[in-house]
């Protein structure tokens, strides 16, 4: 007996023959965009290829969308405190940064310092 497979690549259809990855925007976050579903040709007619892309695509997307959800986030208890701005109503958007920010290469280069120590080239360039 054959099983019939629907789906053999989560978040992906094939259409001509090419693999497409497919994603729903979840609700909360709809408003971001301007279609509840996020549709993106992996250009490629091959299984294996188009496994690879919708991993690091997915992941990609998720990662972007828990920023986006942190971004959007009450700080928790902003209510009771005296004389603090409503955080909520606060747009992170055009709030200005703090002056003593941080560059993301100098975090690369500690975070590599620190975690890759007694690791190989390819380490490095992942990071």
């Keep these: 007996m054959t099983k019939l497979l629907t789906k053999s690549i989560r978040h992906t259809f094939?259409?001509?023959g090419y693999f497409y990855f497919s994603r729903r925007v979840p609700a909360d976050l709809q408003h971001h965009y301007r279609y509840p579903r996020i549709v993106l040709g992996l250009r490629t007619r091959s299984e294996l290829r188009a496994r690879g892309q919708a991993v690091v695509t997915n992941?990609?997307?998720e990662t972007y969308w828990a920023q986006l959800r942190l971004v959007n986030a009450q700080l928790i208890g902003s209510k009771l405190l005296k004389?603090?701005?409503d955080v909520a109503n606060v747009d992170?958007?055009?709030a200005a940064a703090p002056?003593?920010?941080v560059k993301l290469s100098d975090a690369l280069a500690l975070y590599v310092n620190l975690k890759g120590k007694d690791r190989g080239k390819g380490f490095r360039i992942a990071a």
């Design 59 to 61: 992941a990609k997307l």
């Design 83 to 85: 004389h603090a701005p």
């Design 92 to 94: 992170p958007t055009t």
């Design 14 to 16: 094939v259409r001509g």
């Design 99 to 101: 002056v003593s920010s």
